[in-house]
C-alpha cells in the first residue's frame, strides 16, 4: 500500500519514540488503533448498507397537463 521497507519503519519508530516518549508510546500505539478499527467497522457498515438498498420506481400514466 505504502511500499514502506524496514530502514523506513525504523525511521518512524524512532520519531515516535523521540515525540512521545518511551512511556507513552504504548498508549499511543494502542489509541491509534482503536481508531483504525473503528474506521474499517464503519466503512464496512456503511459498504453492507449500500448494498441492501433497493429503489423501486412505478411508470406513471398520467399525461402531462396542457397550459392554456
Do not use: C
Request: hydrophobic share 40%.
Amino acid at each position: 500500500m505504502f511500499n514502506l521497507g524496514m530502514p523506513e519503519l525504523v525511521l518512524i519508530l524512532v520519531i515516535a519514540l523521540v515525540i512521545f516518549g518511551p512511556g507513552k508510546l504504548p498508549e499511543a500505539g494502542k489509541s491509534i488503533g482503536k481508531g483504525l478499527s473503528e474506521l474499517r467497522r464503519a466503512l464496512s457498515s456503511e459498504s453492507a448498507k449500500d448494498e441492501t438498498i433497493t429503489i423501486k420506481a412505478e411508470p406513471v400514466d398520467k399525461k402531462p397537463e396542457e397550459h392554456k
